[in-house]
Every structure is written in C-alpha cells, then in structure tokens.
Nanobody, 123 residues
Framework: QVQLVESGGGLVQAGGSLRLSCAAS????????MGWFRQAPGKEREFVAA??????YYADSVKGRFTISRDNVQNTLYLQMNSLKPEDTAVYYC??????????????????WGQGTQVTVSS
C-alpha cells in the first residue's frame, strides 16, 4: 500500500523557518516527479514546488524563500521554508505523479497524496 506521510508543520512567527518532510512507503519514488501543494481556508489548492530527477520548480510566491529537495535513499521529500509570511498559512500536502511523468503544477495530474500538515505563521 502506497503511503505519503507529511510532518514538520506547526506554528511559527513571521520571518521564521520550518522544514516539512514527506516520508513515502509502499514503493520507491526515486523516479517519480513529486511536489508540494498548499490549501488555505476558503481557497483552492495551489502549487508550491515540484522536483523531478534533475530539476526544481517553484511558485513565484515562494521563489527564493522555499527549497524543495529529496533523499532517494530515505524515500523522503522535503520542503525547507524560510522567511515565512502570514500568507503562507495553509495545510501543506506532498504528492507524487506516476513513474516517468514529468513535473506538473496541476494538482489533478498527481496520483498519490499525503494527508497534509498544518503550517500557521503568526504576524
């Protein structure tokens, strides 16, 4: 059974940092494009960042502040979030595409999802 489990969310003051982790089990995702999305209350789910085997992609709103990375040995995806702002408050989800598909900013194109972790940034 494939599972993606996020962790690392919490409450942080504006300007602070958090590191999210997404542990995958049930299969290896080293050849899958993976991404992070977020959903704030009353808003649609939006793209945050994605990573293929060789490249990374970011939403303009987080570029320069967030860094996506992966450890294929540990089968884990990360999102380092620095200089956090109140508008970054949301539930953050990790996701994976089917094998050999490229990265996408469209959440509908991701096959596997975690349960989400809450990030709250206070002003």
């Amino acid at each position: 059974q494939v599972q993606l489990v996020e962790s690392g969310g919490g409450l942080v003051q504006a300007g602070g940092s958090l590191r999210l982790s997404c542990a995958a089990s049930g299969r290896t995702f080293s050849r899958n494009a993976m991404g992070w999305f977020r959903q704030a209350p009353g808003k649609e789910r939006e793209f945050v960042a994605a990573i293929s085997r060789s490249a990374t992609y970011y939403a303009d709103s987080v570029k320069g502040r967030f860094t996506i990375s992966r450890d294929n040995v540990q089968n884990t995806l990360y999102l380092q979030m620095n200089s956090l702002k109140p508008e970054d408050t949301a539930v953050y989800y990790c996701a994976a595409r089917y094998i050999l598909y490229g990265v996408s900013m469209n959440s509908d194109e991701y096959a596997y999802w975690g349960q989400g972790t809450q990030v709250t940034v206070s002003s």
